[in-house]
């Protein structure tokens, strides 16, 4: 998963990070977008049988 933030000066968004993710192939319905838990600091993200959480550290980086 490629992680993107936006420069404030630019507003332009640049890839700062690269997670790796577990992920399968979607021969069914695929579609789901992701979620954002602002309270909980979780990224919820499925992809293909997979559902990956993420937590948001306090520098920021995420946790799988």
Do not use: W
């Not at 399968?24 to 559902?51: A, E, M, R, T």
């Amino acid at each position: 998963m490629h992680v993107y933030e936006m420069d404030s000066n630019t507003k332009q968004y640049n890839k700062t990070k690269e997670i790796a993710i577990n992920f399968g192939s979607c021969f069914d319905i695929c579609l789901f977008p992701q979620q954002y838990l602002k309270s909980k600091g979780l990224l919820v993200n499925k992809n293909g049988n997979y559902v990956n959480l993420m937590r948001k550290k306090e520098n920021d980086d995420l946790i799988v």
